[in-house]
């Protein structure tokens, strides 16, 4: 088939085209208003893509249009859309083309509320590294993994599970499409508050999802009471799995560090000792599910999980270090929610315990501009010794309760953290020129961030460049 994708440098989009290539597919792409790391990535991919959208895109023989759902779209009025339906090209969502390419495998699904990226990621990377050629889709990009999707040629298939609708005129959770025969669920926590306004609206997919499981399934789950209320809903088998002690799989002894070392505890008690370069509880949290899920399902030995866990680098935009030479490093973490916000910046508490912190933020999601979430900025901050935001983007503010970029500072300044806001890059990088070098800075958005990870990385090396190693 031939496939067009409008919107191809969505995470989750670019991997579904990534897949359906390497299935045998003849894919295309075209997108607007996109920044790194996602535009760079997907220029790079081989197949035709177009930066702007456009009627004349579409390839002669087009078979499917696959649209996003990002509200920059542009929906019905874009003039690709507006072609297809000329043609009579079959227009789907990229969910549903994986769903119904995947239906026939063994599909684990990795949901939740945070972690299904890394976790996705890790678990791609181990069963790769034990050279076991599972499918996957992972919606961001890490430097262990060749591509964020690849078909495979065993049966099983490792697939991020968004909650996320599908599509405006689609109220279905993305991750309800994939035929799941496993799940690893991280996390419920209230998210995504511009389509999902209270919790028992949030948890209903995931109730749904884990009754989709076969008696033959198995659910993985973070041991938490909001977890537990809905694994019943399984009628499969249930494995528990926490950072500490429980009835299930838990991490002990855990000693931080530039590598962290701690020891996998399994159900009979047998351990397995583990090393990461990751930064932060939440990812020793994620290394315990992946791991007791693949030694569970027996998909890989203990001796290749070790080797695999310690040269797994991660996924970009989460907790990134981009600075070389800086005294004062420069780190990106990911910041779409207030639990992924908040993980980020107790890693870094963690790690660097005696430097005072800068957060630079974007409220970029709909949940950080929406009035109904302003509650989280009274203690997202909380560990900072300084806070600078930016302005919340625009795209789609008449379909929730956007927040004004004042109500965002008044919220945040009511804590006592100070807080800047900084309308441009050369703004940000001018309240951040004068630091006593004993500082870190994380930046943390889901967007672009005024192009400040590729713009204030090489300035820091510049201004803060030493010879001495950085003191934790």
Not at 40 to 66: I, M, S, W
Request: net charge negative; aromatic share 8%; hydrophobic share 45%.
């Amino acid at each position: 088939m031939r496939i067009h994708f409008t919107g191809v440098a969505g995470a989750g989009m670019s991997a579904a085209a990534l897949m359906m290539r390497e299935a045998g597919h003849q894919v295309s792409g075209s997108d607007e208003d996109v920044f790194p790391p996602m535009s760079t990535y997907v220029e790079g991919l081989g197949f035709p893509f177009h930066r702007r959208f456009d009627a004349a895109n579409l390839p002669d023989g087009l078979d499917v249009l696959v649209l996003g759902a990002s509200a920059k779209l542009g929906g019905e009025g874009n003039p690709e859309v507006a072609e297809a339906r000329r043609r009579g090209v079959a227009i789907t969502t990229f969910p549903e083309l994986v769903g119904q390419a995947t239906a026939g495998r063994a599909a684990t699904v990795v949901a939740g509320s945070f972690g299904k990226s890394t976790c996705t990621a890790l678990m791609a990377h181990v069963l790769r590294e034990a050279g076991h050629d599972a499918g996957w889709m992972v919606g961001a990009i890490s430097p262990s993994l060749p591509d964020t999707g690849h078909w495979g040629t065993a049966p099983e298939v490792v697939l991020e599970g968004d909650e996320y609708i599908v599509a405006p005129a689609d109220r279905r959770s993305k991750f309800l499409l994939y035929h799941p025969r496993d799940v690893l669920l991280t996390s419920l926590v209230h998210d995504h508050v511009n389509v999902f306004p209270t919790f028992a609206d949030y948890e209903a997919p995931f109730r749904e999802l884990l009754r989709l499981l076969p008696a033959d399934g198995l659910l993985v789950a973070r041991e938490s009471a909001a977890i537990r209320a809905i694994a019943g809903e399984a009628a499969c088998r249930i494995v528990w799995y926490d950072t500490e002690r429980c009835g299930g799989w838990w991490a002990q002894d855990v000693a931080y560090g530039d590598t962290t070392h701690f020891t996998l505890v399994r159900p009979d008690g047998d351990k397995v000792a583990l090393t990461t370069g990751l930064l932060g509880e939440h990812n020793i949290e994620n290394i315990v599910g992946v791991a007791a899920y693949l030694l569970e399902r027996g998909l890989v030995s203990e001796r290749a999980l070790q080797a695999a866990v310690a040269s797994f680098a991660g996924i970009r935009r989460r907790l990134d270090r981009l600075t070389t030479r800086s005294a004062v490093p420069v780190i990106e973490g990911f910041g779409s929610s207030y639990e992924k916000a908040r993980s980020a910046i107790e890693a870094l508490l963690l790690h660097y315990p005696h430097r005072p912190l800068t957060v630079v933020f974007e409220p970029h999601t709909f949940s950080w501009r929406s009035r109904d979430a302003l509650a989280w900025y009274d203690t997202v901050f909380e560990g900072a010794a300084r806070v600078l935001i930016v302005p919340p983007p625009t795209h789609g503010a008449q379909t929730h309760h956007q927040s004004s970029f004042e109500e965002i500072l008044a919220r945040t300044a009511a804590t006592g953290v100070p807080v800047q806001g900084v309308r441009t890059a050369d703004e940000a990088t001018r309240a951040l020129d004068a630091l006593k070098g004993d500082e870190v800075v994380l930046l943390l958005s889901s967007g672009p961030l005024l192009g400040l990870p590729d713009s204030l990385p090489p300035v820091f090396d510049g201004l803060y460049g030493q010879a001495a190693e950085v003191v934790a």
